[in-house]
């Protein structure tokens, strides 16, 4: 079985030589994102792994289908990135990895919290300077005030508990079920724009679909309580970045943390710093003193890695075997 990872770095090469202990597959590291041009490098490989940021449309699944590729084998919960309709089509599976670790997420998501409440780069900056004064570094206390969580999956559920634990109060929006285990802390369900209006934090961790696709636009910023937080932590797309600016501008929006950037494809998970940003909204958003970024970090703990590895590959193993598992459709 041949299998070749697109877009990966030493880390990975590291965590699926490891689990590659238990299959022996003939793996290839291949450090170049997946697109139409690279996609020829995928000759003769049965199984693909792509990215998050990789190009999964329907011209590569094409290229790679002719290539002998049968098998997408994602390491990432999300898919968003992958034409499941066309892979369908070509008869191609897609298989994801619907839970690593839910936790290095959610705690990600509250240590961008924790930093941009109490400014710790910035204090962490000035003491390096020799700078030990408090002008600008006030924060709030977490507790006592309102969460709000959209999305209750598996990281929203354990994001929603950490801060349930620092004494807020959880306000929770979901299409789907509600959690027991938030609701039993005090949780409450309200529609989209209650959150929004009532809470001091906001954190993202849906998916992005079409139907969450901007789902934080300049309407949605407008409806957060003046001088409030936004943490997102799921899909860049959820926010619509340009409206940030103004909201961060005229201090309608108090305190932002992103994880994932709508354009940080070709960006993220790259060293750029010996090159002029080209992207005017990331630069200018860098700028502001109440703004932190992280390049979609947030999975990237030990045992998430150690997690990923073994289930694409356990993934792998059970479309071999005829019994495709964590299958990712059209359909749903
Ligand atoms: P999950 O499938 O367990 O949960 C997603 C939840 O979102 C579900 O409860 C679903 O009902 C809900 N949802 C769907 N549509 C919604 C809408 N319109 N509004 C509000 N909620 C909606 O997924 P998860 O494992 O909790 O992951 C959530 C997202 O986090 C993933 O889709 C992925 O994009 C992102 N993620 C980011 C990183 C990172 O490193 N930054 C890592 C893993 C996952």
Request: aromatic share 6%; glycine share 10%; proline share 4%.
């Amino acid at each position: 079985m041949r299998m070749i990872l697109f877009s990966s770095r030493q880390y990975d090469s590291d965590t699926f030589t490891e689990a590659n202990a238990a299959h022996a597959y003939e793996l290839r590291f291949q450090e170049s994102h997946l697109d139409l041009e690279t996609a020829v490098l995928a000759q003769g490989y049965d199984v693909v792994c792509p990215f998050v940021n990789d190009t999964v449309d329907a011209a590569v699944l094409e290229r790679l289908h002719a290539g002998g590729t049968r098998l997408i084998a994602l390491r990432s919960a999300g898919f968003n990135h992958v034409d499941l309709a066309a892979a369908e089509g070509l008869g191609m599976t897609v298989a994801r990895v619907p839970a690593y670790s839910p936790h290095a997420v959610a705690e990600h998501a509250v240590g961008l919290i924790l930093a941009l409440n109490r400014r710790l780069p910035r204090a962490v900056a000035r003491t390096r300077e020799g700078d030990f004064s408090l002008h600008g570094l006030l924060g709030f206390d977490l507790h006592g005030k309102t969460v709000g969580v959209i999305g209750t999956g598996m990281i929203g559920r354990v994001f929603g508990r950490i801060m349930a634990g620092f004494g807020m109060q959880v306000l929770a929006y979901d299409p789907g079920t509600p959690a027991d285990d938030l609701l039993a802390l005090g949780a409450r369900y309200v529609p989209l724009d209650t959150l929004l209006a009532e809470s001091d934090v906001v954190s993202l961790h849906c998916p992005l679909v079409p139907a969450t696709y901007h789902m934080i636009d300049s309407r949605a910023l407008a409806r957060m309580k003046r001088g409030a937080m936004l943490i997102n932590t799921g899909r860049g797309g959820l926010v619509e970045s340009n409206a940030l600016i103004g909201a961060l501008k005229d201090g309608q929006l108090g305190h932002l943390g992103l994880d994932v950037y709508e354009e940080e494809g070709g960006l993220f998970f790259e060293d750029h710093s010996n090159l002029p940003l080209q992207d005017d909204v990331l630069a200018r958003l860098l700028m502001f003193p109440n703004v932190i970024v992280t390049a979609h970090q947030a999975f990237f703990t030990r045992e998430a890695m150690s997690e990923i590895a073994q289930t694409t590959l356990g993934n792998v193993a059970a479309w071999r075997a005829g019994t495709p598992r964590n299958v990712v459709s059209p359909a749903g």
